[in-house]
């Protein structure tokens, strides 16, 4: 089993984590730009972030053969924050590198004007740079939260196609489907989406457009819970293949609209995984 793992905030994980989810199968990621529990009080720290995003958590990720890619963005939260804002000013810069393959994550965590403002304006920096965007549902309210979604992604011009709506759940899903967005979950332990109920979800909806990442954030998460949705999807009777479109394919086309994603020569370090047939090569 190979997997893409596309959305998963590496900062706030281990080495043990990525030997982990080497093991498993993971041969690339995608970390998105977020908050970092504690609230950022001036432009400079974001850059030091994004820099790391983009410098040395590839290095990490690459001692354990695994590929990553970021994206970047403000995020709905700290968009809050005015202390914050000039970050806007500050993306450019990171839009035009190699490694970052969307704008995201962008989107609603409270719904208020300022994010309102936040989440337009970057959906049109996804425009001018010809990048995918990865946005973000909130935990709270989610249904009209996605509906607003929805209605701000079709206003801003950017292809449905080229938008993945993430942290869905039963009650979202089909709205995103109909929209034409590109449709995430994100599978966690206890909360939020659960592999069983992913099954469900697929087996409802069917391959095309998912997404299927573990976050793996600051909260109790685990990485390799994209391995036990694979395994779920088997035990529930999908072929190899259908795993391979949700858990690699599919994270594949979906960045590769950046025209960034590089998977080449990816090492064999995955694929010594007992019992598993991962498949070489990629893009
Ligand atoms: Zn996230």
Same mark, same amino acid.
């Given at each position: ?10 900062t ?12 498993a ?11 970092l ?28 053969g ?15 924050d005015?202390?914050? =804002?000039? $970050?806007? +000013?500050? %993306? ?9 393959? *969307?704008?995201?994550?962008? &989107? ?10 936040a ?42 196609? =080229?938008? $993945?709506? +993430?942290? %869905? ?9 109909? *929209?034409?967005?590109?449709? &995430?979950f ?39 819970l ?21 858990l ?19 090492g ?16």
């Open positions: 089993m190979r997997i893409f793992d596309p959305h998963i905030h590496m706030s994980r281990t080495t043990d984590d990525y030997r982990a989810m080497a093991a199968g993971v041969r690339a990621v995608v970390e998105p730009a977020f908050w529990g504690q609230p950022r009080t001036n432009p400079g720290s974001f850059a030091d972030y994004f820099d790391s995003l983009i410098g040395w958590e590839p290095y990490r990720a690459g001692q354990f695994i590929r990553h890619h970021a994206t970047i963005a403000l995020n709905p939260k700290e968009a809050n005015p202390r914050c =804002r000039p $970050v806007l +000013d500050l %993306l450019p810069r990171y839009l035009d590198k190699d490694g970052v393959v *969307a704008v995201g994550e962008i &989107g609603y965590d409270s719904m208020t004007p300022e994010e309102d403002e989440f337009a304006a970057q959906l049109a920096l996804a425009v001018e740079y010809e990048l995918p965007a990865l946005v973000h549902t909130p935990h709270r309210d989610k249904a009209r939260g996605t509906e607003r979604t929805l209605a701000v992604v079709a206003e801003s011009g950017i292809g449905p196609g =080229r938008v $993945v709506v +993430d942290h %869905l759940n039963e009650v979202t899903v089909a709205a995103v489907h109909d *929209a034409g967005c590109w449709m &995430g994100s599978i966690y332990p206890e909360t939020k989406m659960s592999p069983p109920r992913m099954v469900e979800i697929l087996k409802e909806h069917g391959l095309d457009r998912m997404l299927v990442n573990s976050a793996a954030d600051w909260g109790h998460s685990d990485p390799l994209t391995r036990a949705t694979g395994e779920a999807m088997l035990a529930a009777g999908f072929s190899d293949d259908d795993v391979d479109k949700v690699w394919r599919n994270p594949v086309e979906f960045y590769g609209q950046s025209g960034r994603l590089d998977l080449s020569d990816l064999p370090a995955a694929d010594t995984f007992e019992g598993s047939s991962i498949k070489r090569g990629g893009s």
